[in-house]
């Protein structure tokens, strides 16, 4: 396993990071009980993985729990992201559904003090915005905040997470601007390239890391989506339509000859594609099995795309169609 700088900050982190989402949650066709969290928490860690990505709103902080438990008495062995912004008290958490949204610095205050007891421990390595919008990144009083809790020990740095679903570009590049922001979170994968790719070349230049979160496309570059899948509109990848999946497969089959010549699946080429980028600092595939956690920490081996094929695949892409971008709504008011 090889280890990135987070950004601007001293903190170093696995290159392949363990997305705490799915073990408190059913959106991804399967439940994990809790026993097998913990398992796969600590088989992730057995593996190298030292970066432990969550949020209090994931089971409405069950993955936090989940994680204090697996590694108690280790604080100092693991990097603990957590983020807030959601009020989900009261609330039913399914699928895309967004519930409100609150980043207020009392709000803020209660949701790490929460955050804390959760994962058993007096500090987060990192803390962060869930899905925020322009007008929370414009807003001087939220990142105040945050970094009043850099300056109390409460967090050693922040990040900011876009979503939900892809685009969000100019949330991600004005978030990079926030001296307390040493990463920002994004969806990206080698058939969803934007906005990635420029969030990638402004992050290198900023000394910001870019956390990569669906590197798999929602299954379809694992071989778990294909043309006869059927996805339950309760489950997080239903915004996945047939169409999207045909056009998908397709792309996969034009990328399979760069695969075939680097000996690589194309799991293996989609996750190294991810890892040969500039600006990268780890990637957050969905691991929902005991088994693909070996099989995504051998992918993490310091063997990259060489460049004439990433060439190859930027120049494939640039063929592909362009796609809808999530933004802000322009007339959004202000918490």
């Known amino acids: ?188 994968n080698i058939l969803e390239q934007t906005p990635g790719n420029e969030l990638m070349r402004r992050a290198e230049e900023a000394d910001v890391g870019v956390l990569v979160r669906v590197p798999e496309a929602s299954g379809i570059l694992t071989g778990k989506v294909n043309a006869d899948t059927k996805i339950d509109e309760k489950d997080h990848r239903s915004v996945r339509k047939g169409q999207w999946i045909k056009a998908s497969l397709q792309k996969v089959e034009q990328l399979r000859p760069i695969a075939d010549r680097n000996g690589l699946t194309i799991t293996e080429l989609a996750m190294k594609f991810v890892m040969s980028k500039s600006g990268f600092a780890s990637v957050l595939p969905t691991m929902t099995e005991l088994d693909e956690i070996d099989a995504y920490a051998g992918m993490a081996d310091g063997r990259y795309v060489p460049e004439s094929d990433m060439r190859a695949i930027g120049a494939l892409y640039d063929t592909w169609p362009e796609y809808e971008l999530k933004a802000t709504v322009p007339a959004a008011g202000a918490d």
């Open 1 to 188: 396993m090889r280890y990135n700088r987070l950004g601007r900050s001293d903190i170093k982190v696995s290159e392949l990071g363990f997305g705490a989402w799915a073990i408190a949650l059913d959106w991804w066709g399967r439940k994990i009980e809790e026993d097998e969290a913990l398992r796969m928490l600590k088989k992730a860690y057995d593996a190298g993985i030292n970066f432990f990505e969550t949020g209090d709103m994931y089971g409405k902080g069950k993955s936090e729990r989940l994680i204090g438990r697996a590694f108690a008495g280790m604080r100092d062995e693991v990097v603990i992201s957590t983020k807030f912004g959601y009020d989900f008290a009261g609330v039913e958490q399914i699928g895309h559904s967004e519930l409100p949204q609150c980043f207020g610095a009392d709000f803020a205050k209660r949701a790490l003090r929460a955050s804390l007891d959760r994962l058993q421990t007096d500090h987060v390595d990192m803390y962060g915005l869930h899905n925020p919008k322009l007008h929370h990144i414009r807003d001087d009083s939220v990142f105040g905040t945050l970094e009043s809790m850099v300056s109390d020990g409460l967090a050693r740095t922040c990040q900011v997470a876009l979503g939900p679903a892809i685009g969000w570009t100019a949330e991600g590049l004005e978030a990079m601007e926030r001296p307390c922001v040493s990463a920002v979170q994004t969806v990206y």
